[in-house]
């Protein structure tokens, strides 16, 4: 799982960088990994043990803090202001 997430990361920081580069497959790339990413983080929801308490309640409020930010970047980044810039 470790692994993955390090790709993933790097995946997103390749499509930040080709979007900085004006380069719209960036887009793509960056979407497809911040997807794959929300959906591991959906699924580790689907297995934590909720009879530990707080500190599950604090991973669980974590987990969708992150999974909402990653919704509102998909969000601004696929904006037709934005896509315009991209070739």
Known sequence: MLIMSILLVAGKLTGGIQMLQKRRNGLYIYTVC???????????????DTTDGRKELLN???????????IVFLILFWLKVNRRHLS
């Open 34 to 48: 911040t997807v794959l990413s929300i959906l591991i983080s959906l699924y580790t929801l689907t297995g934590l």
């Open 60 to 70: 669980i409020v974590g987990t969708l803090v992150g999974i909402g930010f990653s």
